[in-house]
């Protein structure tokens, strides 16, 4: 979408450090010291992200979405650190996560705090 390699390398060389919070839309382009995936199913990932990802973050509504969840964990490194998050307005998603996670160690819980909270 942007070529965001100018801009991160502007930011490191100001001795900052670059995190990105992707869905992996689109071509990967910049420097970065971490980055969050987050696919969407709607909208296929580009396969550039997944040699360069730091965490997974899946939003979790139904069962099929900790199938996608697997799917996309089995294309990025085994040590990705691996969230799944409830769809904020969905008790089912996060009855669903935490029976998972019982079952499956490799997987952590995100939480959106702000919204369970009720804090815009």
Do not use: C
């Not at 909208?43 to 199938?67: F, M």
Request: charged share 20%; net charge neutral.
């Amino acid at each position: 979408m942007h070529d965001l390699l100018p801009l991160t390398t502007a930011l490191k060389s100001l001795g900052l450090q670059v995190h990105l919070e992707t869905s992996g839309a689109h071509p990967l382009t910049g420097n970065f010291d971490w980055i969050t995936f987050s696919p969407k199913q709607f909208k296929a990932p580009h396969q550039s992200i997944y040699d360069r990802v730091s965490e997974l973050k899946v939003v979790v509504k139904s069962e099929y979405d900790l199938k996608w969840a697997e799917q996309q964990a089995a294309l990025i490194s085994k040590s990705t650190l691996l969230y799944l998050q409830p769809e904020w307005n969905s008790p089912q998603g996060k009855d669903l996560i935490f029976e998972y996670i019982l079952q499956h160690s490799q997987w952590r819980i995100s939480l959106q705090t702000h919204k369970l909270l009720k804090i815009q």
